[in-house]
C-alpha cells in the first residue's frame, strides 16, 4: 500500500531514519501511528520462549505495515525491525482517519491490501501446520516468487538458510538438508551456496 508520501507530508507526516537491526515498534506496544516505508526494509517477527525469532513477514519500499492493530486499535502483535537502515514516513492514527475520510479512494486501496495480507497469512498458517518441511519450503519458495512478480525459469533467492528458517518456522539444519535434497531432485539448484528457483 503507498499514499503519495507529498500528501502524507501536507498533512503533518513525520520522516524518521532507523539503523538496521533498531525496532520501530515492539509487541505489545500501543498502536499509534500509520508507517510507509520510503528506503530501506523492514521484518515483522516475534520471539519465542527461547528467543527464537520467527519472521511473519517482510516489507519493502513502497510498502506500509502495522496498520491491522491501528486500525482494529489493538496492541502490536509482532516486532517491527529495520533490517537495513530504513527512512520511513509516519502519520499518526487521528491523521490517517482524518486523510482516509477525505480521500476515499485511497480507503478502497487499503481495503484491498490488508485483504491481501489476510490471504497471505492464511496460506502461510496453512504452510506452517504442515510437518512436511519440503512443503514449507517449497511453499515460502513459491510465495517469494509471485511476491517479486518473477516470471523467469530460475531466480536467485536472496535469503540465507537462517532467514528461511526464520520464516519457516524450521531448524537450519531442516533447511540444508532438505535444499540439499531438492537440489539432488533438481527442483532447486544450489550453485556457489545460493540457492535458485
Known sequence: MWIDSDILLAWGGIVKKYSKNEFIFMEGEESRFY???????????????????????????????GEPPLFADEKYPANAVADTDCVILKVTKSTLYKLLNEYPEIQKKIIISLSKRIVKKTLMTKELVSHNPKFRILSFLDRYKKDTDNTQVQIQIPYTRQEIANFTGLRVETIIRTLKALDQEGIVKIKNRKVYY
Open 35 to 65: 508507517y510507509q516505508i520510503m528506503e530501506g526494509r523492514i521484518r515483522m517477527c516475534c520471539f519465542n520462549d527461547d528467543g527464537k525469532e520467527f519472521w511473519q513477514g517482510e516489507f519493502h519500499k513502497g510498502d506500509s505495515f
